[in-house]
């Protein structure tokens, strides 16, 4: 359970971030809902939560902006009192082969997926650091081990966020804070709507299948709590045996 914690996800408007929220919801926690752009899609993921009796409060932030994350992080504590669990989901995607990639199509995927999940650590860890406690879960990909064709700057991010994941795990780790990644294969969002109904795609997946967000959620929920207390620098695919 995670009663009493409050959990701030980013990206929790839509997709995997949503999933996330309502399940940590569900357990009992508070949760920040952080958006980019569709405060309604927010609202309503909030509105939802508070149907388990839970605080639920809707924060703006364009996590690739430093100052945005600072802000948005004092204003959680502001509203609910402390952070005992961060969630870096925010993520976009703008494939396309390497050589013909424009340089704002790298730089936007790197600003939002990788230093966007360092925006956030770096303004809750030391609330963390002073709790000597705290969870970070960084979604990244299966992308981010593997590669992928028309993804150069997209699996760079999320192989960069691997990388992360493991230096903050051991910076923080003295503390009491774990920090871990999960890496989805190809699951059923917005992100991945434009694939359809590929048959190439269904067949490179060795359970055959795409995975739903609320798949995810489960996974989150269990680095969440007390269960994994000793498991951090982790990186869990979640793929369908995609990756393996
Ligand atoms: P999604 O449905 O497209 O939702 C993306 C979320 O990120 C939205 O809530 C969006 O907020 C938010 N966001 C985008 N840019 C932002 C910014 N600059 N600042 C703050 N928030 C921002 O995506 P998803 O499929 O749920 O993916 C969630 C995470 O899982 C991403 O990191 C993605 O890379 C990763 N992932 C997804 C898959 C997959 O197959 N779907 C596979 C592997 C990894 P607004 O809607 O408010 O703009």
Redesign the pocket.
Known sequence: MLIGKVALI????????RAIALKFASLGADVAVV????RA??LEVAGIARQYGVRAEVFQ????DFASAGKTVAAVREALGTIDILVN????TKDGLVVGMREEAFDSVLD??LK?AFNMIRHTSPIFIRKRAGRIIN?A?VVGLIGNAGQANYAASKAGLIGLTKSVARELAPRGVCCNAIA????E????RHLGENNALLQSIPLGRTGR?EEVAELAAFLAQDAAAYITGEVIRIDGGLGM
């Open positions: 980013t990206g929790a408007s839509r997709g995997i971030g958006y980019g752009g569709t899609s927010a932030c364009d996590v690739s989901n925010a993520g976009i939002v997926n966007g979604i990909s989805p294969g190809f699951i969002t917005d992100m991945t967000p």
